[in-house]
């Protein structure tokens, strides 16, 4: 169960080539991975959840919107915030969602607990495209994005396209750092124990619903941090983000990516979106473009079918053999 | 006399219709075996889901030290010192047998929380794993996969993570099962060694076994006591004699 190795040197490699993409000086591009990474992010946080903790949640998308329109009800009209407290306000707020709704889910189990999770969701979603606060089905916009501002020094100006990037990529980052750390100590070997063999844990005295808990407030948050990153980027909330088809992706992402590595969501997230231009670009496959989820579909199915530890399996066997022999 | 450190009076399990366990009363101290016996369908393996928490009792009170501990969850009566096996294995079969052994041992610490310290680094759970491993003799597999070991040997794994979490009470519901003959040798050996600072109650078909090891003797027969006392008590019991067709099935097995 050691972290792999070679994995660990790939991830890194990615990250510092990653750095260098906005000296490409593209803007479509720089967007578009700036929104892969933000998936990425997401991607993580329900990894913790499905790959370690062995809970499929089907209602991450909740804390992903929610998220983005803490931000968006956060900043006055024409006016920024600050991230400084904006982010951690916007995450607690996800944290403390996980807190109270994980007390209820968490009591089910299985199928159950995938229904659970997505009734979650959808009452979150029903809130925000039934009612008038937050723009109603129609969405909402933000003027002005966030500030990043240390003793009157602008870290980052996030109006600049580049600028969030190396935001989203710090983060992406941050986050893969963070949970493994997490996942590296007595707790996340409590968690692997759960998922692997949840009876038995508590034959042998852990109080599993507490660690449960933790791991599902954790992952909330940080499925968070995607949402208010989005809402940067794009400007503008609307219930789409928080729809139950954001919420089928993400775990899509994960499936296919490789659940239980972390990486693995990671190029899930890269692997997906960039699918999903490349199958939906007229230009390039003309009419049968407009028929890109058939064939996003059949990939899907086919990954399933042939590599069931998703592409991460595929990428790296050595690491796989890393952790066996380690494990 | 000495206290008992786990007792029972008048436990009850009923599922519906059925009483699994019908008004039991029975004593561990330490520094003895208590063998729990009966036909299968007896309610062994219900009483030992009873005194570990797997199960709430209906009715009757389960003392441990004096304290009603009755309906308490699992992981609580674990933590104050409980510890039980499984009739059928129980394990992490993906992980080694020192991974196994170490989780079982970071239940005890205050440094399961710790998030940010990497788990192998706390030598007192893995000091807590190794000893557990030596004693139940699983030393020389410690680095392989729990799924890789032979039966027997994961029945002694499922021992050593009970033993890893420190308890006083040991519950061990049928560590025989499937052994071959040296297997059970060694098992029989090692439950003699932890008699002298456990409290056990086991549960065991295999006579010989019983015999060899039991301090004192429960019969159970449809969920209810038969009989209780020394093995020789028990053996000389009509009642006992009598369920038993003669008592060959009891000594021969």
């Known amino acids: 169960m050691r972290p792999h190795r070679s994995a660990d040197l790939f991830i890194l490699l990615m990250f510092g080539l990653l750095a260098l993409f906005p000296f490409a000086e593209s803007t479509f591009y720089t967007q578009l991975l700036t929104k892969i990474m933000i998936m990425a992010i997401f991607a993580m946080s329900l990894d913790l959840l499905v790959g370690y903790t062995g809970l499929v949640s089907f209602g991450h998308a909740a804390y992903f919107g929610l998220a983005g329109y803490a931000l968006v009800l956060m900043s006055p009209q024409y006016e920024s915030v600050s991230l400084w407290w904006s982010l951690p306000a916007a995450m607690s707020v996800c944290a403390l969602f996980a807190l109270i709704t994980g007390m209820l889910v968490l009591r089910t189990r299985g199928i159950y607990f995938i229904m659970v999770t997505l009734a979650f969701a959808q009452m979150v979603f ?107 980027q794009y400007g503008f909330v609307n219930p789409e983000i928080l729809s139950w088809h954001h919420s089928g992706t993400v775990l899509m992402m994960v499936i296919m990516g490789g659940m239980g590595t972390l990486y693995g969501p990671m190029v899930g997230a890269f692997a997906f979106v960039l699918l999903q231009e490349l199958l939906s670009d007229q230009s390039l496959l003309g009419q049968v473009a407009k028929h890109w989820q058939l064939a996003m579909g059949i990939f899907v199915i086919l990954v399933a079918l042939y590599l069931p530890r998703g592409l991460a399996g595929l990428l790296s066997r050595k690491a796989k053999a890393e952790a066996a022999a380690d494990a | 006399m000495r206290d008992a450190i786990l007792r029972t009076e008048k436990l009850s399990k009923r599922f519906g219709g059925l009483t699994a366990v019908d008004t039991v009363s029975i004593d561990l101290y330490m520094g003895e075996v208590h063998a729990v016996i009966g036909p299968n369908g007896a309610g062994k393996s219900t009483l030992t889901n009873l005194l570990s928490g797997d199960l709430p009792p209906s009715s009757g009170a389960v003392l441990f030290e004096g304290k009603d501990i ?156 038969l009989e209780s006392g020394t093995p020789e008590e028990v053996r000389a019991s009509p009642a006992v004699q009598t369920a038993y067709l003669g008592g060959e099935d009891l000594l021969d097995d």
Request: with cysteine; hydrophobic share 50%.
């Open chain 1, 126 to 232: 029903f809130v925000f495209h039934d009612t008038k606060f937050g723009g109603g089905s129609d969405g909402i916009f933000i003027y002005a994005k966030p500030t990043l501002v240390i003793g009157g020094f602008e870290l980052l100006n996030l109006e600049k396209l580049n600028h969030l990037f190396y935001l989203v990529l710090i983060f992406m980052a941050a986050v893969y750092f963070l949970l493994r750390r997490v996942l590296a100590s007595t707790f996340g070997r409590a968690l692997l124990g759960i998922k692997e063999n949840e009876h038995r844990m508590s034959a042998l005295g852990f109080p599993t619903f507490r660690y449960k808990l933790a791991s599902y407030v954790l992952s909330g948050a940080l499925g968070g941090l995607a949402g208010y990153l989005a809402a940067i």
């Open chain 2, 70 to 225: 009755a309906g308490l969850r699992s992981d609580r009566i674990s933590r104050l010192g409980i510890g039980r096996s499984y009739q059928k294995t129980n394990i992490f079969l993906p992980f080694t047998v020192f991974e196994n052994c170490r989780l079982a041992a970071q239940s005890r610490t205050p440094h399961a929380w710790r998030v940010f310290n990497g788990a192998p680094g706390f030598s007192d759970i893995n000091r807590l794993a190794e000893e557990a491993m030596a004693t139940a003799g699983l030393t020389p597999r410690r680095d392989m996969v729990a799924a890789a070991l032979s039966h027997g040997e994961q029945r002694q794994l499922e021992i050593a993570m009970c033993l890893a979490t420190r308890p006083r009470v040991l519950l061990l519901d049928e560590p025989l099962a499937g052994m071959g003959p040296q297997e059970s040798q060694d098992m029989v050996e090692l439950i003699q060694r932890l008699a002298a600072d456990h409290a056990i109650m086991l549960i065991e078909h295999d006579m010989d076994a019983v015999f060899a090891v039991a301090h004192k003797l429960t019969v159970m027969v449809n969920g209810e006591v």
